[in-house]
């Protein structure tokens, strides 16, 4: 069955730097956009990154512009976050989702598939 899970969450000073990871099984990585999303306590859950099959394209919410890169490695059927710059307001828990279709979306409903999710603390 399709699994996601995510790893590399922690604690993390202000300026400091995190990779998330998230392993994919279950169905061919190859074949689908991924995003990042993530969801603060009290706040609705919202999109951070999205990344097409090929890894040719991604798109960022504006938050994270110049923060926040999302790559992958379908051989190894991962995905990445690679999140720098850290700020308090990025505290939350982070989930990878699997893209119904490939076009750029942070919509919920556009993707079938939600990892656990990781907690990702930005405290000094």
């Known amino acids: 069955q399709v699994q996601l899970v995510e790893s590399g969450g922690g604690l993390v000073q202000p300026g400091g730097s995190l990779r998330l990871s998230c392993a994919a099984s279950?169905?061919?990585?190859?074949?689908?956009?991924m995003g990042w999303f993530r969801q603060a306590p009290g706040k609705e859950r919202e999109g951070v990154s999205w990344i097409s099959p090929s890894a040719g394209s991604t798109y960022n919410a504006d938050s994270v512009k110049g923060r926040f890169t999302i790559s992958r490695d379908n051989a190894k059927n991962t995905v990445y976050l690679q999140m720098n710059s850290l700020k308090p307001e990025d505290t939350a828990v982070y989930y990878c989702a699997r893209r119904r279709r490939v076009p750029p979306s942070f919509r919920l409903n556009d993707y079938d598939y939600w990892g656990q999710g990781t907690q990702v603390t930005v405290s000094s």
């Open positions: 279950g169905f061919t990585l190859d074949y689908y956009a």
